[in-house]
Antibody
């Protein structure tokens, strides 16, 4: 069974960079779209973007200038970097595995809350 | 404002059938892109219940079904159970702005 586990700082200061890692176990990185999705407290889901295992990426236009998603196949890890954060970036961040470029995700991590505050 | 529009809430009694709508436009559902549906219980990550508009992942009961027509899609749940009370989100792909994945705003299903 594939398992995904997000990790990273729970508190980030405004204007700094949010960095999260998703460790994938029980399955291969190859063949999938590795996706980050976030959910502000009490609100709906927002797609951040994905990294396809061969190296292509697709990002939410509203975040494109600030976000980078990468994959380290040797470590079976997916990373998210979001620059110049503000309080509006406070959310639970989920890592997910997608079999298709259309965006659906069949396995999700438990999510990690990141709060942006000084 | 979400690209896909869902009603904020729906409700139904145990045993009843409820539907949740997801309305898009010509750049997403209307362009032929599939719709996917997730169930999210409080404090847990979303769970895929329908993918590619009408396919159920293994383990999802056949009480869950979905359809798509024109620029809209809908999720139907029959034989409503208390455990179905959750937030439901639709998802699709939008071709605007170089193409990206979009979610609906979510619908809270209450089992009366």
């Amino acid at each position: 069974q594939v398992q995904l586990q997000e990790s990273g700082p729970g508190l980030v200061k405004p204007s700094e960079t949010l960095s999260l890692t998703c460790t994938v176990s029980g399955g291969s990185i190859s063949g999938y779209y590795w996706t980050w999705i976030r959910q502000p407290p009490g609100k709906g889901l927002e797609w951040i973007g994905y990294f396809y295992y061969i190296g292509s990426t697709n990002y939410n236009p509203s975040l494109r200038s600030r976000v980078t998603i990468s994959v380290d196949t040797s470590k079976n890890q997916v990373s998210l970097r979001l620059n110049s954060v503000t309080a509006a970036d406070t959310a639970v961040y989920y890592c997910a595995r997608g079999p298709s470029s259309s965006g659906w995700a069949d396995f999700w991590g438990q999510g990690t809350l990141v709060t942006v505050s000084s | 404002q979400s690209v896909l529009t869902q009603p904020p809430s729906v409700s139904g009694a145990p045993g009843q059938r409820v539907t949740i709508s997801c309305t898009g436009g010509s750049s997403n559902i209307g362009a032929g892109y599939n719709v996917h549906w997730y169930q999210q219980l409080p404090g847990t990550p979303p769970k895929l219940v329908i993918y590619n508009s009408n396919s159920r992942p293994s383990g999802v009961p056949d009480r869950f079904s979905a359809s798509k027509s024109g620029t809209s899609a809908s999720l139907a749940i029959t034989g409503l159970q208390a455990e179905d009370e959750a937030d439901y989100y639709c998802q699709s792909y939008d071709t605007s702005l170089s193409g990206y994945v979009v979610f609906g705003g979510g619908t809270k299903l209450t089992v009366l």
